[in-house]
């Protein structure tokens, strides 16, 4: 079954895969044996940087139905047309997140960024990319070096040789500390499978919080630069859910989300209302 979810408002629709779509990873978790340590430590399989390395392109998942929602979220925050092939069983989780999906408020808003990358289109930019979504270490495509951003990267340059991408993980975090934390729009604490994105402008922010774990995830503390007493939230099957422990302070605006499961949004405002 072929589930098709247009960019702006998702509709659905069934009928055969675009020919030259892109084939998407399946978005999850999976575990892998930490060498340093002996532990366990979560690896994301996510596709927000090659959406956003290619947006005009059409995608399509091939997915079973404990991915469906995910994927069509996933697919839905960074604005990708997207095909979902599923089995019978997704068919209905699909409808449910597409119903909460038109429920969203359509807002057109520009990537909030700190980093700029220079795209060659090579496999280890597209792979430090990966690394930077991550981590959520908030970047831009760029054609050229922006003098508004805090970093701009370039592999084979003098600063970010191309040696170092052997080791993207090593790389994404000497540019989180270049950054540093401090300048971050936006930091996530409390998860380590938890992607976020940041849209908006001065005045509003949209965060777009992504879960690939298969379980929810509890006391996610969120912290975005700038002061937005205004906030409303929108959770994917946790339809009474509020912010916890907000403030506005030095800054900053923090709160907590107290659980969540595959997706949530947050619209943030300096209008107060709350």
Do not use: C
Not at 85 to 102: C, P, S
């Amino acid at each position: 079954m072929t589930l098709l979810l247009a960019a702006i408002l998702p509709a659905l629709s069934v009928g055969p895969a675009d020919a030259d779509a892109v084939k998407l990873e399946v978005p999850k978790v999976e575990y892998r044996i930490n060498e340093a340590s002996a532990s366990r430590s979560p690896w994301i399989d996510a596709n927000g940087w090659q959406i956003l390395r290619a947006p005009a392109r059409r995608y399509y998942y091939d997915v079973p139905a404990a991915s469906v929602a995910l994927a069509a979220a996933e697919a839905f925050t960074y604005g990708a047309k997207a095909d979902i092939h599923t089995d019978t069983g997704g068919a209905a989780i699909f409808q449910r997140m597409l119903q909460f999906l038109r429920e969203i408020p359509e807002r057109e808003l520009p990537t909030m960024a700190n980093i700029g990358v220079i795209d060659d289109g090579s496999e280890d930019t597209g792979e430090l990319m990966n690394m930077l979504s991550r981590r959520n270490l908030l970047y831009r495509i760029v054609t050229a070096p922006g003098p508004h951003l805090d970093l701009n990267i370039r592999l084979g340059s003098k600063e970010y040789p191309k040696s170092e991408a052997a080791d993207p993980s090593g790389l994404a975090q000497k540019i989180r500390a270049e950054l540093t934390d401090e300048k971050r729009l936006l930091r996530v604490y409390g998860s380590e499978v938890v992607i976020a994105r940041l849209v908006g402008t001065g005045d509003r922010v949209r965060i777009h919080l992504l879960n690939y774990a298969n379980r929810p995830v509890t006391g996610l503390r969120v912290r975005v630069l700038g002061n937005y007493p205004s906030w409303q939230v929108a959770a994917y099957d946790k339809p009474d859910l509020k912010l916890e422990d907000f403030r506005t302070a030095d800054g900053a605006t923090e709160f907590t989300v107290p659980e969540m499961s595959t997706y949530a949004v947050i619209d943030l405002s300096r209008q107060s209302s709350h």
